[in-house]
Nanobody, 118 residues
Framework: VQLQASGGGLVQAGGSLRLSCAASGSIFSINGMGWYRQAPGKQRELVAAIRSGSSTNYASSVKGRFTISRDNAKNTVYLQMNSLKPEDTAVYYC?????????????WGQGTLVTVSS
């Protein structure tokens, strides 16, 4: 599976951005996709995820502000980010995973930088 992320940039606090992640390759085996982020000096954390059955989950810090969605025809997952805060500044990584007999197999995109200025 290959993941191509795009859509990061610089935005003022209160603004919006939409991230996109296009998947290619063995996408029929994907069980779920999501977005993680990593701020300087911090561990990578889950932001939002969407499973093959369309159920979603969000980090508490972004609930009500971020929305994850997908377009199956385009094999693309989106993260709509509204009411952005400076603490949302991070490199955002697209993730896809497959559940195998031996465990979970993760795939990562290249990361896209989101900078929110105060």
């Amino acid at each position: 599976v290959q993941l191509q992320a795009s859509g990061g940039g610089l935005v003022q606090a209160g603004g919006s951005l939409r991230l996109s992640c296009a998947a290619s390759g063995s996408i029929f085996s994907i069980n779920g996709m999501g977005w993680y982020r990593q701020a300087p000096g911090k561990q990578r954390e889950l932001v939002a995820a969407i499973r093959s059955g369309s159920s979603t989950n969000y980090a508490s810090s972004v609930k009500g502000r971020f929305t994850i969605s997908r377009d199956n025809a385009k094999n693309t997952v989106y993260l709509q980010m509204n009411s952005l805060k400076p603490e949302d500044t991070a490199v955002y990584y697209c993730n896809a995973y497959m559940l195998r007999v031996g465990g979970r197999e993760d795939y990562w995109g290249q990361g896209t930088l989101v900078t929110v200025s105060s």
